[in-house]
C-alpha cells in the first residue's frame, strides 16, 4: 500500500474557520509588534535546571522515535506494506538549519577584528546550535496543532494519535526553552512581525486546502513557510542597534 499524503487535506467549514483564525492569531502578533518597544530578554535558567532541560530534551527524543516505531509497526500489521510520499522537504530545512546556524554565529560571536575570547567562542557557538534545534519546531509547533487530527493513524485512531504527537510536543517545548540557555537571545517587534508571517502564510496555505506538499502550490506554501520559521529564530538573536544607540547617546551626556 502507497500513501498518498502524510494528512487529509481541509475542506469544507473547518477550513474556513480555521483560515479565519489564523488570520485573526496574525493581527494579534501584529498588534503585540506594534506594542513592543523594547526587547524582551528571559531570565537565563540556572545549571541545574538546563541539566534537567537537556535530559528532559534527549528521552523526549526517544520517546518520540520509540512512538513512531511503534505506530508505524501497528500501521503495517493492519494495512499491511506501506511506503510514504516522496519527501521534497528536508533537504531545504537542513540547508535553511545550515544558514541559520552560521548567521546566528556570526550575530552573536565577537567582531573578526577583536581577539575573540574563548567563552565568548563557545556563548556564540551555543547560540547557533539552541537556535538551529528551536528553527524548525517553530514551523513545527503550530504544525502539528494544525494537522494533529488530520493524519492517517492505525486504530485506534486517538490512542495512536496522542502516543506521536505527545512526545513530539515535549520535544518542540523544550526546543523553545533551550532558547533561553543563550545570553544573546532577546524577544523584539522584529520576532513577532514575522512570526505574524508565519501564520498569514498558514492561513492562506488553509485557504486552500492546507494539502501535502505533493502540488507545486502546497510545496511552495511549505518551504516559505519553513523559511520564515528560520527567520523568525534568526530575529531573536539580532543586534538592538538602537537600544545600543541610546545607551551610547546616555553615556556621553
Given at each position: 500500500?502507497?500513501?498518498?499524503?502524510?494528512w487529509?487535506?481541509?475542506?469544507?467549514?473547518?477550513?474556513?474557520?480555521?483560515?479565519?483564525?489564523?488570520?485573526?492569531?496574525?493581527?494579534?502578533?501584529?498588534?503585540?509588534?506594534?506594542?513592543?518597544?523594547?526587547?524582551?530578554?528571559?531570565?537565563?535558567p540556572?545549571?541545574?535546571?538546563?541539566?534537567?532541560?537537556i535530559?528532559?530534551?534527549?528521552?523526549?527524543?526517544?520517546?518520540?522515535f520509540?512512538?513512531?516505531?511503534?505506530?508505524?509497526?501497528?500501521?503495517?500489521?493492519?494495512?499491511?506494506?506501506?511506503?510514504?510520499?516522496?519527501?521534497?522537504?528536508?533537504?531545504?530545512?537542513?540547508?535553511?538549519?545550515?544558514?541559520?546556524?552560521?548567521i546566528?554565529?556570526?550575530?552573536?560571536?565577537?567582531?573578526?577584528?577583536?581577539?575573540?575570547?574563548?567563552?565568548?567562542?563557545?556563548?556564540?557557538?551555543?547560540?547557533?546550535?539552541?537556535?538551529?534545534?528551536?528553527?524548525?519546531?517553530?514551523?513545527?509547533?503550530?504544525?502539528?496543532?494544525?494537522?494533529?487530527?488530520?493524519?492517517?493513524?492505525?486504530?485506534?485512531?486517538?490512542?495512536?494519535?496522542?502516543?506521536?504527537?505527545?512526545?513530539?510536543?515535549?520535544?518542540?517545548?523544550?526546543?523553545?526553552?533551550?532558547?533561553?540557555?543563550?545570553?544573546?537571545m532577546?524577544?523584539?517587534?522584529?520576532?513577532?512581525?514575522?512570526?505574524?508571517?508565519?501564520f498569514?502564510?498558514?492561513a492562506?496555505?488553509?485557504?486552500?486546502?492546507?494539502?501535502?506538499?505533493?502540488?507545486?502550490?502546497?510545496?511552495?506554501?511549505?518551504?516559505?513557510?519553513?523559511l520564515?520559521?528560520?527567520?523568525?529564530?534568526?530575529?531573536?538573536?539580532?543586534?538592538?542597534?538602537?537600544?545600543?544607540?541610546?545607551?551610547?547617546?546616555?553615556?556621553?551626556?
Amino acid at each position: 500500500m502507497t500513501i498518498s499524503a502524510d494528512w487529509a487535506p481541509f475542506t469544507g467549514g473547518s477550513r474556513i474557520i480555521l483560515a479565519v483564525v489564523l488570520l485573526l492569531i496574525t493581527g494579534a502578533l501584529v498588534f503585540f509588534g506594534t506594542q513592543l518597544h523594547h526587547p524582551l530578554v528571559a531570565a537565563k535558567p540556572g545549571k541545574f535546571l538546563i541539566a534537567c532541560i537537556i535530559v528532559t530534551w534527549f528521552l523526549s527524543v526517544v520517546a518520540f522515535f520509540v512512538a513512531f516505531g511503534a505506530y508505524l509497526l501497528a500501521l503495517e500489521a493492519q494495512v499491511g506494506s506501506i511506503s510514504g510520499p516522496t519527501n521534497h522537504i528536508t533537504p531545504f530545512t537542513m540547508l535553511f538549519g545550515l544558514i541559520s546556524f552560521f548567521i546566528i554565529f556570526f550575530l552573536t560571536a565577537p567582531s573578526l577584528t577583536k581577539a575573540i575570547h574563548p567563552g565568548q567562542f563557545w556563548v556564540a557557538v551555543g547560540s547557533a546550535m539552541v537556535g538551529t534545534i528551536a528553527a524548525p519546531m517553530i514551523f513545527e509547533f503550530p504544525f502539528d496543532l494544525i494537522v494533529l487530527w488530520h493524519t492517517h493513524p492505525p486504530t485506534p485512531g486517538a490512542l495512536y494519535t496522542l502516543l506521536f504527537f505527545l512526545p513530539l510536543f515535549a520535544v518542540e517545548i523544550l526546543s523553545f526553552a533551550m532558547l533561553t540557555f543563550s545570553p544573546n537571545m532577546k524577544l523584539s517587534n522584529t520576532t513577532l512581525y514575522l512570526l505574524a508571517g508565519l501564520f498569514f502564510l498558514f492561513a492562506i496555505w488553509m485557504a486552500f486546502g492546507f494539502g501535502y506538499p505533493s502540488t507545486p502550490l502546497f510545496f511552495a506554501f511549505n518551504v516559505s513557510s519553513k523559511l520564515v520559521a528560520f527567520a523568525v529564530t534568526v530575529s531573536l538573536f539580532l543586534p538592538q542597534r538602537k537600544a545600543a544607540a541610546q545607551n551610547l547617546e546616555q553615556g556621553g551626556q
